[in-house]
């Protein structure tokens, strides 16, 4: 039995419908598939809403990270001091350019990476610091600069996207800000697609130029590049959807408020959220001790959940040697006790009051 989404695209798509439809229509009429109107359009008017210089729209969150650090010139044997407890994406655009991820704990409530941990893990060969704002909630990223000095930052934001710090968007707060326009993400396209922020003019010149394989004009080729280039359907479909967002963004905060609330009488740790911030829940995220078996409940009462993540990054296979005889225990910890629970714009108070009673009986059991 399955009876509610993890995420209802379904829902979304059906309050959208009309104006989705009429925004993919428009680019089946005027054909420009690649790099068409949309894709500037949509680029003004995210920079515009972030508060910074440049848009440059990609094919993925990942691409995003990967020529970030290609338009830093990352050279092979190269450190960029990140997070541990990500999705891999955040390490493997590292490693694929030859450098090293060094990894730094997190903070046990957060779950973000511990910023009083960073100055200790810089050493001449660090090239860049890209922490994650992780489930939606910004890092500590003004200390992050601070401790950087000149050292680039990177903010991998695939899932913070239109949340708040200090007044400020996510996405604005570093020398890049990279997201995800994954369609579960808070600002999710129909297939993949992401973007770079930052207001550096030659780090955008050279952003663009790598994600059209590194031409500055058609067939120069000025420096080495990739195929990077975000469709123009997926872009005139975020158009449409962007139209609604701070509506989603006000109800993922109202929704994330209400989850909160209602399981502070339970035996669950809630995510501790920072005051001078906000988190837009990309996943609603939760740690307890028995997990598996709250988790197989859950499933049978028809309520899908989700883990993000189950190994951190230097216990899996293709990264273990980047964390070889070194632990990182906020993040194995983590690692065993996070849980996410459906999240949408569009869920409902009904809806949710239906997990939380299953999550209750289940907890009692
Ligand atoms: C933290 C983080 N970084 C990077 C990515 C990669 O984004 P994409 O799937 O768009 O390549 C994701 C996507 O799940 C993510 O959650």
């Known amino acids: 039995m399955s009876s509610l989404p993890f995420i209802d695209l379904k829902a979304q798509y059906a309050q959208l419908k009309t104006r989705i439809d009429a925004r993919i229509q428009t680019v089946l009429d005027h054909g420009q598939y690649i790099m068409g109107p949309e894709v500037k359009e949509l680029e003004v008017k995210l920079a515009a809403y972030v508060g910074v210089k440049h848009c440059i729209t990609v094919s993925s969150g990942t691409e995003a990270l990967f020529i970030a650090l290609m338009a830093l010139d990352l050279q092979p044997g190269d450190e960029v001091i990140t997070t541990p407890f990500t999705f891999a994406a955040t390490a493997e655009v590292i490693v694929l350019l030859g450098g090293k991820p060094v990894f730094v704990d997190i903070e046990p409530d957060s779950c973000n990476i511990d910023a009083s941990l960073i100055k200790a893990a ?35 934001a695939a899932q913070s996207f239109g949340a708040s710090y200090k007044g400020k968007k996510s ?10 326009f994954f369609p579960s993400k808070p ?8 973007a770079l922020f930052t207001d550096d003019d030659q780090l955008a010149q050279a952003a663009r130029e790598i994600r059209v394989h590194g031409q500055s004009q058609r067939y120069t080729h000025t420096r080495i590049g990739v195929g990077g280039r975000m469709d123009t359907l997926q872009c005139a479909i975020l158009l449409a959807k962007f139209e609604r967002f701070d509506w989603e963004i006000a109800r993922r905060l109202e929704i994330g408020a209400r989850y909160q609330a209602l399981l502070q009488d339970l035996p669950v740790e809630r995510l501790a959220l920072r005051a001078d911030r906000d988190c837009v829940w990309a996943q609603f ?81």
């Open 122 to 156: 810089i050493t001449p060969r660090t090239r860049a610091i890209m922490p994650v704002s992780l489930y939606g909630q910004v890092c500590d990223i003004d200390e992050i600069n601070e401790i950087a000095g000149t050292i680039p930052v990177i903010e991998d």
């Open 171 to 180: 996405c604005g707060l570093s020398t890049f800000g990279a997201t995800s």
């Open 187 to 194: 600002l999710g396209c129909y297939g993949d697609g992401g």
């Open 285 to 365: 995220t939760l740690q307890l001790d028995n997990r598996s078996a709250v988790q197989q409940a859950l499933q049978l009462a028809g309520i899908p959940t989700a883990i993000h993540y189950p190994t951190p990054l230097h216990q899996q296979p293709a990264y273990a040697r980047y964390g070889a005889g070194q632990s990182f225990p906020h993040a194995e910890r983590a690692a065993q006790r996070v849980m996410s629970l459906p999240m949408s714009a569009d869920l409902s108070e009904a809806q949710q009051d239906l997990v939380l009673r299953a999550l209750r009986q289940a907890l009692a059991a």
